[in-house]
């Protein structure tokens, strides 16, 4: 059971949304990190058949996922970002819909209809209209559809996105739990929601994979190492300026500055332990989208 | 599937009320065919020349009109004009006062259509019609009763000072005759008040029904997208499949069920109201110069027949567009367009009525047209445009089908 991208190409006119993308995926969770804009989606529609790419391929077992057409999607779940619904279909019928369109007979689909309910948390709010649950309720729904083939991979497209700090703890525990014997493609901008769950992680930068590995792997290659340094208030400004900032803690003298630099930002400043935030930090940090680099 | 998409459709506000305007569209044919209000009243009026309505006026219309049934041959055209001529002679008729009208109008029903076609066959010329000719005719003969028929549409299509004369090829003018001759005679009168009145509001559940529908239907492709539900949709294993034939099943379904289950309605309560009898008694009875030769069960059976392809067609149509342009507001703007746009264009020249009588609106109004002078002549042959438009439609409703179906099998997200 692998899943094989192949140089894997996505072009929008002169615009490369994913540039030559190779990566194995086998049995567990991976999360694709990138900031906004790094071809994670794009890649994960191609992943579904939703787009071909340009050039590449993606072989699932051997075959090519798009000669295989129908067998493929057979083994899939997918829970896209812009997660849509039928307003006016309960939760209920929501899921025995599309459980028709993945061609579960209503039997069958009644019996796992239930037990996903129950492993959603949903089962009280089964009747309730789509367009009148909350947004952690709708995505619940959303990874119970997908879960209803029992997918062999299941993409999961920014699934925390919009959620509260203990939805997404919910959710994270939810696809913890179904990440049995399948591969589950996680992608975020958020890094604690894969910190713990996934085993591989793929930072995705400009369309490419930028580097793959185990959080623990990626913690211990990072090319910076992280500090922790106070500075007067009036030094606040230009170390926001100098360098990646993780974080910035007022204190009643300045600021305690975490800095992620190749060299020794301030004379007091020690060296800490990274976190994965840190590793997110330092490839992209340029790309966060303020020009003096903070998270 | 098909129950899920019907629910889609159905499951919003809006759909909800637009099978409530479905229904009262329904209603509202209903009523008109009951009480006649759009057209030729159905009253009877008393001895006392006061309208009275209601199932016991139709009752009494009806056994008025039972007493002159039989065939309009010289014997009945004979009794029609005596009878005519003495109740015009009668105090009430000549009378001024409306009232005393009236009460010699009442003596009059029981032969009334009769009577009109009298005014028919016997008018001046094939475009006029004047309510007291048969009041001046005082002998008959039934075999110029009905040769004039055929004498007033060759002096038409023949007289250089009319229209008709240019707009009538030499072969479409013997084929119009030739209808005529076409026609048997001699007529066969009874009691067909329920069927005039049937075909006469025919036109509104088709034309209102169909805006409606195609409302209903507009999204059943689109609205994937506006929902943004299309990614979970098409990555499914029936999506591009299944469940696309689904959406063409449920679309069929909805046109079929609500048009026969709404025309079904209407039939059954209009014919039970009005009246069963003189469905063989011929169109000409109401068309009197009518170049389609039918008797009003089978004028009422192609009534049906055209308004389902019209409706089946502009649906499709309507599906059709909703799938390639992924738009709900231009899927349903489309059937507005060709349902109104020929009434705003018609008359502005010969060859763009041509076009304009093919449009499927026609369709949708058939008994309407069948009055109308319609005709096309395609590779030297000459036809009628309702035998035209019914199977181009149809040939065209099934050519949607397949277009729908890849549209948007091959749409992704």
């Given at each position: 059971?692998?899943?094989?991208?192949?140089?894997?190409?996505k072009?929008?006119g002169?615009?490369k949304?994913?540039?030559?993308?190779s990566y194995?995926?086998?049995?567990g969770v991976?999360?694709?990190?990138?900031v906004?804009?790094?071809?994670?989606?794009?890649?994960?529609?191609?992943?579904t058949?939703?787009?071909?790419?340009?050039?590449?391929?993606i072989?699932?077992?051997?075959?090519?996922?798009?000669a295989?057409d129908?067998r493929?999607?057979?083994?899939?779940?997918?829970?896209?970002?812009d997660?849509?619904?039928y307003?006016?279909?309960s939760?209920y019928?929501?899921?025995m819909y599309?459980?028709a369109l993945k061609?579960?007979r209503?039997a069958?689909?009644?019996?796992?209809?239930?037990?996903?309910?129950?492993q959603?948390?949903?089962?009280?709010?089964r009747?309730?209209?789509?367009?009148t649950?909350?947004?952690?309720?709708?995505?619940?729904?959303g990874?119970?559809?997908a879960?209803l083939?029992?997918?062999k991979?299941?993409?999961?497209?920014?699934?925390?996105?919009g959620?509260?700090?203990?939805?997404?703890?919910r959710f994270?525990?939810?696809?913890?739990?179904?990440?049995?014997?399948?591969i589950?493609?996680?992608?975020?901008h958020?890094?604690?929601?894969?910190?713990y769950?996934?085993g591989d992680?793929?930072?995705m930068?400009?369309?490419?994979l930028s580097?793959s590995?185990?959080?623990?792997?990626?913690?211990?290659?990072?090319p910076?190492?992280?500090w922790?340094?106070?500075?007067p208030?009036?030094?606040?400004d230009?170390?926001?300026?100098a360098y990646?900032v993780?974080?910035v803690?007022?204190?009643?003298v300045?600021?305690e500055l975490r800095?992620v630099?190749?060299?020794?930002p301030?004379?007091?400043?020690?060296?800490v332990?990274p976190?994965?935030?840190?590793v997110?930090?330092?490839y992209?940090?340029?790309r966060?989208?303020?020009?003096?680099g903070?998270v | 599937m098909v129950r899920?998409e019907?629910k889609?459709?159905f499951g919003?506000?809006g759909?909800?009320i637009?099978?409530?305007?479905y229904?009262?569209?329904?209603?509202l044919s209903c009523?008109?065919?009951s009480?006649?209000a759009?057209?030729?009243?159905v009253k009877w009026?008393n001895?006392q020349?006061?309208?009275?309505?209601?199932p016991a006026?139709?009752?009494?219309?009806?056994e008025?009109?039972?007493?002159?049934?039989?065939?309009?041959?010289q014997?009945k055209?004979?009794?029609?004009?005596?009878?005519?001529?003495r109740?015009?002679?009668t105090p009430e008729a000549k009378?001024d006062?409306?009232?005393q009208?009236?009460?010699?109008y009442s003596w009059?029903?029981?032969?009334?259509?009769?009577?009109?076609?009298l005014?028919e066959?016997y008018?001046?010329g094939?475009?006029e019609?004047d309510?007291?000719t048969a009041?001046?005719?005082?002998?008959?003969?039934?075999?110029?009763?009905?040769?004039?028929?055929?004498?007033?549409?060759?002096?038409?299509?023949?007289d250089?000072t009319?229209?008709?004369y240019f707009?009538y090829?030499?072969?479409?003018?013997?084929?119009?005759?030739?209808?005529?001759?076409?026609?048997?005679?001699p007529f066969?009168?009874t009691?067909?008040?329920?069927?005039h009145q049937l075909?006469e509001?025919a036109?509104?559940i088709p034309?209102l029904?169909?805006?409606?529908?195609c409302?209903?239907?507009?999204?059943?492709?689109?609205?994937?997208?506006?929902?943004?539900?299309d990614?979970?949709y098409f990555?499914?294993?029936c999506?591009?499949?299944k469940a696309?034939?689904a959406?063409?099943?449920?679309?069929f379904?909805?046109?079929?069920?609500l048009?026969?289950?709404a025309?079904?309605?209407?039939?059954?309560?209009?014919?039970?109201?009005?009246?069963f009898?003189?469905?063989s008694?011929v169109?000409?009875?109401q068309?009197?110069?009518s170049?389609?030769?039918l008797?009003?069960w089978q004028?009422?059976m192609?009534?049906?027949?055209?308004?389902?392809i019209?409706?089946?067609?502009?649906?499709?149509?309507t599906?059709?567009?909703s799938?390639?342009?992924?738009?709900?507001?231009f899927?349903?703007t489309?059937?507005?367009?060709?349902?109104?746009l020929p009434?705003?264009?018609?008359?502005?020249?010969?060859?763009?009525?041509k076009?304009?009588?093919?449009?499927?609106?026609?369709?949708?109004?058939?008994?309407q047209n069948?009055?109308?002078?319609n005709i096309?002549t395609?590779?030297?042959?000459?036809f009628?445009?309702l035998d035209?438009s019914?199977p181009?439609?149809l040939?065209?409703?099934?050519i949607l089908?397949?277009m729908?179906?890849?549209?948007y099998h091959?749409?992704?997200?």
């Amino acid at each position: 059971m692998d899943l094989r991208i192949r140089d894997l190409t996505k072009e929008f006119g002169d615009f490369k949304a994913v540039d030559h993308f190779s990566y194995d995926l086998r049995c567990g969770v991976y999360g694709l990190l990138g900031v906004n804009g790094a071809g994670k989606t794009t890649l994960m529609r191609m992943l579904t058949t939703l787009m071909k790419p340009t050039s590449g391929q993606i072989i699932w077992d051997g075959e090519d996922i798009f000669a295989m057409d129908g067998r493929y999607r057979n083994l899939l779940g997918y829970l896209p970002q812009d997660f849509g619904y039928y307003p006016d279909f309960s939760i209920y019928d929501y899921l025995m819909y599309i459980a028709a369109l993945k061609g579960i007979r209503p039997a069958v689909a009644k019996q796992r209809v239930k037990e996903l309910l129950k492993q959603v948390g949903l089962v009280k709010a089964r009747y309730k209209k789509m367009k009148t649950l909350s947004g952690g309720m709708k995505r619940r729904a959303g990874i119970a559809q997908a879960m209803l083939n029992d997918p062999k991979i299941l993409i999961l497209d920014e699934p925390t996105a919009g959620l509260d700090p203990s939805e997404r703890i919910r959710f994270r525990n939810l696809i913890s739990e179904l990440s049995e014997d399948r591969i589950v493609l996680l992608s975020t901008h958020i890094v604690s929601d894969i910190e713990y769950i996934a085993g591989d992680i793929l930072l995705m930068k400009d369309g490419c994979l930028s580097v793959s590995g185990t959080a623990e792997e990626l913690i211990n290659s990072m090319p910076e190492p992280v500090w922790s340094c106070t500075v007067p208030k009036s030094r606040i400004d230009a170390c926001l300026k100098a360098y990646k900032v993780a974080n910035v803690k007022t204190i009643p003298v300045g600021a305690e500055l975490r800095i992620v630099s190749r060299g020794r930002p301030t004379e007091d400043a020690v060296r800490v332990v990274p976190t994965l935030e840190d590793v997110f930090l330092c490839y992209f940090g340029e790309r966060t989208g303020d020009s003096d680099g903070t998270v | 599937m098909v129950r899920y998409e019907l629910k889609k459709v159905f499951g919003c506000v809006g759909g909800k009320i637009a099978l409530v305007l479905y229904i009262a569209v329904l209603a509202l044919s209903c009523w008109l065919s009951s009480t006649g209000a759009l057209n030729a009243e159905v009253k009877w009026v008393n001895e006392q020349g006061k309208s009275e309505y209601g199932p016991a006026a139709v009752r009494k219309l009806r056994e008025a009109q039972t007493e002159w049934e039989g065939w309009v041959d010289q014997d009945k055209l004979g009794r029609v004009i005596q009878e005519n001529q003495r109740i015009n002679a009668t105090p009430e008729a000549k009378s001024d006062i409306v009232q005393q009208s009236e009460i010699a109008y009442s003596w009059k029903q029981g032969f009334a259509p009769i009577r009109k076609i009298l005014n028919e066959s016997y008018s001046n010329g094939f475009r006029e019609y004047d309510y007291y000719t048969a009041d001046r005719i005082t002998a008959i003969d039934e075999d110029t009763f009905y040769a004039n028929r055929e004498k007033l549409v060759k002096n038409w299509l023949y007289d250089e000072t009319d229209g008709a004369y240019f707009k009538y090829s030499e072969s479409e003018k013997q084929y119009i005759i030739e209808q005529y001759k076409e026609l048997q005679t001699p007529f066969y009168f009874t009691y067909y008040e329920g069927w005039h009145q049937l075909l006469e509001n025919a036109g509104y559940i088709p034309s209102l029904g169909i805006l409606i529908l195609c409302f209903l239907l507009a999204g059943i492709f689109s609205n994937e997208f506006k929902w943004k539900a299309d990614a979970v949709y098409f990555s499914t294993l029936c999506g591009r499949n299944k469940a696309t034939s689904a959406k063409i099943k449920a679309g069929f379904l909805l046109v079929t069920v609500l048009y026969w289950g709404a025309m079904l309605i209407y039939s059954l309560f209009t014919l039970c109201y009005l009246g069963f009898e003189g469905a063989s008694c011929v169109i000409q009875w109401q068309f009197w110069k009518s170049i389609y030769n039918l008797n009003m069960w089978q004028a009422w059976m192609l009534a049906l027949i055209s308004g389902y392809i019209g409706n089946l067609f502009l649906s499709f149509l309507t599906m059709w567009i909703s799938a390639k342009t992924k738009s709900t507001v231009f899927a349903v703007t489309t059937p507005f367009i060709l349902i109104f746009l020929p009434s705003f264009l018609e008359g502005m020249a010969n060859w763009l009525d041509k076009i304009l009588s093919l449009m499927p609106s026609h369709l949708l109004e058939f008994y309407q047209n069948l009055g109308s002078f319609n005709i096309l002549t395609i590779f030297g042959k000459v036809f009628r445009t309702l035998d035209v438009s019914i199977p181009l439609y149809l040939t065209l409703s099934v050519i949607l089908i397949p277009m729908m179906y890849l549209e948007y099998h091959r749409k992704r997200a």
